[in-house]
């Protein structure tokens, strides 16, 4: 299931959304919100701990690429 994330900016006094995909932007959306969340857990909140990062398992390098 693809993860839909939204970004708003304000033109002339009014919140308005920005209608470009992260793909568009030439973001990729798992190591580009792990590297900015990574640098500055504070985006998550303060009420949150991050304790670690995703790790490949041997599994994952050998099983091939899921089609979607």
Do not use: C, F, H, Y
């Not at 995909?21 to 973001?27: L, T």
């Not at 798992?30 to 900015?36: F, G």
């Amino acid at each position: 299931m693809a993860t839909e994330i939204r970004a708003w900016q304000i033109v002339n006094g009014n919140l308005e959304p920005i209608e470009m995909s992260m793909a568009e932007a030439g973001r990729r959306e798992t190591e580009d919100l792990e590297q900015w969340i990574k640098n500055n857990p504070a985006i998550l909140g303060q009420d949150i701990l991050v304790i670690g990062e995703q790790e490949v398992s041997n599994a994952a390098r050998s099983s091939p690429p899921i089609a979607g």
